[in-house]
């Protein structure tokens, strides 16, 4: 069982998107947890206020410091009772543009830890003295800007919880498809067998496993060459090593 701490300014956000679908399943069946903790909740400020404006001047309010924090020892705090005072506090993840970019290397890192702090910062960021204290990781989704946290925090959470065992159903699908094994996925088809006069491949009606493999790998390595020639390199230089 993994578990997901999200701090936030708006819960509801990310427990309607990740209790939906598959992760939803997850989360009944008891393979993940995901736990939104509203940072408001750990304002000392009698008006409940957790923003303020920015030492120097410039556009827009910053998240303060105590509220980050008390929010985040709550959480640290409840899982050493849980686990143990020998146990390692769990890693702090602090989603930002300013991090290291994520990818299937790192959800597949993190889908090995059984707890994950998420830290969402919205306006125009946090005080940075809260943050050099709590944060283990800074992780961004991509170069561009996003209004806030969430988005990009719920992005990780469903691209780690797909890999913690049982959250798939079928337990090769997590390796089979794009990324997996460095190379994007082959085309798909259903039925029917014929659709908009388009046929689907007659190596597919064959029957004949290891020829469907086979023509399955090739269009994997074909669309990868043309679409993603950066992933192709990569995957010829694995090949070359082994
Ligand atoms: N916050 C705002 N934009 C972001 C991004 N691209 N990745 C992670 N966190 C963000």
Known sequence: MMNFHILTLFPEMVMQGLHTSILGRAAEREYISIEAVNIRDYTLDKHGKVD???YGGGAGMLMQAQPVYDACQAVQERLLQRNGANAGRARVIYV??????FNQSIAQELAQEDDLIFLCGHYEGIDERVLEEIVTDEISIGDYVLTG???PAMVMIDAIARLVPGVLHNTDSAVTESFGDGLLEYPQYSRPEVWHNKKVPAVLMSGDHAKVDAWRMEQSIMRTKERRPDLYEAYIARMERN
Not at 96 to 101: F, I, K, N
């Open 96 to 101: 930002t543009p300013q991090g290291r970019t």
């Open 149 to 151: 946290g969430e988005l």
């Open 52 to 54: 303020d404006y920015t």
